[in-house]
């Protein structure tokens, strides 16, 4: 039982940064615009994370520098994008090479520092039930955030109006400007949305998941996140399920190596990465008819003057 229950805890607190950066991702992509700077963002925003509570003493004040950094990121991304219209592609890629290097420029001096990670959540009484117990009532602040962060993206986009003009803008962007929607604008406020959450993603990893920082801690998990949303078809509830099953594949190739399987380790770590190269071409070969994507994605949109 117990061994359950901390599988199910390591898998949960793996799982949280891919979720968080996924989302913000969807609703981008969801806009119409394609950002493959999220690798980036994250990286970034995990330097400024930890720096920002190494320096306040506040885990709070450390999470709300990674929402800076990743925003200020992206809009760098938008401006270059919306602003000028740039190859999406390559502006998104420049975008992870630099987030990259601003987090080696960043972390250099608190590399070797540690500080205390977020509390988690303890109701006497409820949190000791076995098993479900810690798994509902124990963990920390991010998780709980990330559940309320996906439903409330579900609700946004197919429960109120303002979620119907952003699909609508990645949709078919020349007929929500017809309509006199401002395009750029939503695309904008959708660009920023997803660079804040990858932000927090990133400073989720030394904030909460280890008490440290070191260059690259993020090790591709930006690259995952993205592959997370073309598995989810861009729909929120599959997106829960294919960030903990991606979590659970880290988790085992963890507890793979801790028993002892002949398997070479370099191979089970690949394994994660493995799993969504494997996802990608087979959803690729069984998607029949229309894609689910938006039509507009990774389109370049100029108002008429």
Known sequence: MELVEAIILSVLAASTPLL??????????????????VEGMMIVGAACGFGGAWLSGSIIVGALCGILAGAALSLIFALMTLGLAVNQVATGLALTILGIG???????RFVGERISTAPHLHIPGLSDVPLVGRILFGEDAFVYLSIALIIGVWWFLYRTRAGLVLRACGDNHVSAHALGYPVLGI?????????????????????????FFIPGMTAGRGWIALALVVFSSWRPARLVIGAYLFGAVTILQLHAQGAGIGIPSQFMSALPYLATVIVLVLLSRTRTGGSTAPAALGTVFVPDR
């Open 187 to 211: 695309r904008l406020s959708a660009v920023l949305f997803g660079g804040a959450c990858a932000g927090l993603a990133g400073a989720y990893l030394p904030l909460a998941y280890t008490p």
């Open 102 to 108: 601003l987090s080696g420029l960043i972390g250099a």
């Open 20 to 37: 968080i950066a996924a989302t913000g991702e969807l609703v981008t992509e969801r806009s119409g615009v394609l950002n493959l700077g």
